[in-house]
Nanobody, 125 residues
Framework: QVQLVESGGGLVQAGGSLRLSCAAS????????MGWFRQAPGMEREFVAA????????NYADSMKGRFTISRDNAKNTVYLQMNSLEPEDTGVYYC??????????????????WGQGTQVTVSS
């Protein structure tokens, strides 16, 4: 049974920072890419960032480049999302996901087999 548990969300003022964590209970964690997605109210889920199984390759949505950093600690089966210079438009529920079909990150939600329950991020102006 694969379980993903996100934490670290909360309320922050614009310009502030948050660090999200996602703890994964999955065997051979380092074999799989991990991704972060978010969903704002009334909007579709959108790609935020992804990281390869080894951690060497990271991918970001254009609007997150330079502000967000994805990383992972394979010894702890955990992936992180450091979010800086937050904007009200970053408000939403943030989900982590595991791509058990491969070690390369993907921009597409359909490539990820398992998802966490999400953690709320609210950025006030």
């Amino acid at each position: 049974q694969v379980q993903l548990v996100e934490s670290g969300g909360g309320l922050v003022q614009a310009g502030g920072s948050l660090r999200l964590s996602c703890a994964a209970s999955v065997r051979f964690f380092s074999n799989y890419a991990m991704g972060w997605f978010r969903q704002a109210p009334g909007m579709e889920r959108e790609f935020v960032a992804a990281i390869s199984g080894s951690g060497r390759i990271q991918n970001y949505a254009d609007s997150m480049k330079g502000r967000f950093t994805i990383s992972r600690d394979n010894a702890k089966n955990t992936v992180y999302l450091q979010m800086n210079s937050l904007e009200p438009e970053d408000t939403g529920v943030y989900y982590c996901a595991v791509r058990t079909g491969g070690a390369d990150g993907s921009y597409y939600a359909r490539h990820y087999a398992y998802w966490g329950q999400g953690t709320q991020v609210t950025v006030s102006s």
